[in-house]
């Protein structure tokens, strides 16, 4: 689904999709199917915010450059993922969901458009 007019496009993930997604994250009962929903997620909403660093859970990288995360191609920075996270919001009415959303649209906000 097109998350400004509606229009079903092929990379865009289904509210059903996004659903399960924020539930594994949340829900799974290990913390590898959990870390699998995370990064499906983080590529739908981005925060901006983490490292590379953080998402693999050491403090430093041996080149010591900096290397850019995949976005989804409709998100162009940190507004275009909070008005992403929004449509969800309003969209879904699961409590994986809305948990996982809010939680990454604070995180966002705090840190970018505050």
């Given at each position: 689904?097109?998350?400004?007019?509606?229009?079903?496009?092929q990379?865009q993930?289904?509210l059903?999709?996004?659903?399960?997604?924020?539930k594994?994250?949340l829900?799974?009962?290990?913390?590898?199917?959990?870390?699998?929903?995370e990064?499906?997620?983080?590529?739908y909403?981005?925060?901006?915010?983490?490292?590379l660093?953080?998402l693999?859970?050491?403090h430093?990288?041996?080149?010591?450059?900096?290397?850019?995360?995949?976005v989804?191609?409709?998100?162009?920075?940190?507004?275009?993922?909070?008005?992403l996270?929004?449509?969800?919001?309003?969209?879904?009415?699961?409590?994986?969901?809305i948990t996982?959303v809010?939680?990454?649209?604070r995180?966002?906000?705090l840190n970018?458009l505050?």
């Open positions: 689904m097109d998350f400004a007019t509606g229009e079903q496009q990379e993930p289904t059903e999709q996004l659903d399960t997604w924020c594994q994250a829900s799974s009962p290990t913390a590898e199917q959990r870390e699998e929903g990064r499906r997620l983080r590529y909403f981005p925060t901006f915010s983490e490292t660093a953080e693999s859970g050491s430093e990288f041996s080149s010591g450059q900096e290397r850019v995360l995949a989804f191609p409709a998100i162009k920075g940190p507004a275009d993922a909070a008005k996270m929004t449509w969800f919001l309003h969209q879904s009415s699961e409590v994986f969901s996982y809010v939680r990454r649209l995180t966002l906000v970018h505050a």
